[in-house]
């Protein structure tokens, strides 16, 4: 019996991570002959320590054992975080990149700036002018599509200022962004 679908292993886990104080942000099962990958991506407001994504999976592992939805199949569990490259598409995601630059895409402009606080249904971007950094309010329902860009120099300190600083358990542009995009654990392979 193969990998069970997307939608059963998020059936499975989704209250498990809920439990441990995490969203539950995607699952991907890839089939590759007869072992397959079920990759886990999950974050939180004050985001994730290694220890604590080892234990999410450890846990993970444990429920995928007592079904048999599994079957024989060899697999390989990922437990991650996410990357630089995901898009922004809810208001966790906004609060949780405060601090760091973005490419937001409107219907008639692109603007590149760093995410501030959200308010309502609205986002501060901090853009650069002539005068310098300034405050931008962009409205949630008018972005098409914005994804954190990576960066490799530290920011300004007057935009991560206006920006409203970085979110508190969350690491600051260009301390990782170069290195790695991503924590994932990895080692359990059944």
Known sequence: MPVPSKER??????????RQ???LEDVAV?????HSAVRIMVDSDAGLELDAVANLSHEISEVFDSVSDFGESPYT??????????????????RRARGRKARIDLAHETVV??????????VAVVIGSRTGPEVRRVALPDIQKAVVQVEFSKPDSRELELA??????????????ASED?????GLDK
Not at 113 to 122: K, N, Y
Not at 182 to 186: I, K, P, S, T
């Open 182 to 186: 991503e924590e994932v654990v990895e």
């Open 77 to 94: 569990l990922e437990v991650t975080s996410p990357g630089i490259g995901r898009p922004l598409t809810h208001e966790r995601h906004w």
């Open 30 to 34: 890839t089939l590759a002959g007869r």
């Open 9 to 18: 292993v998020t059936e499975l886990i989704s209250d498990l991570v809920q």
């Open 113 to 122: 700036g760093r995410i501030g606080v959200l308010d309502g249904d609205s």
């Open 21 to 23: 104080g995490y969203d």
């Open 164 to 177: 409203g600083g970085i979110p508190e358990g969350r690491v600051a542009p260009a301390d990782a962004d």
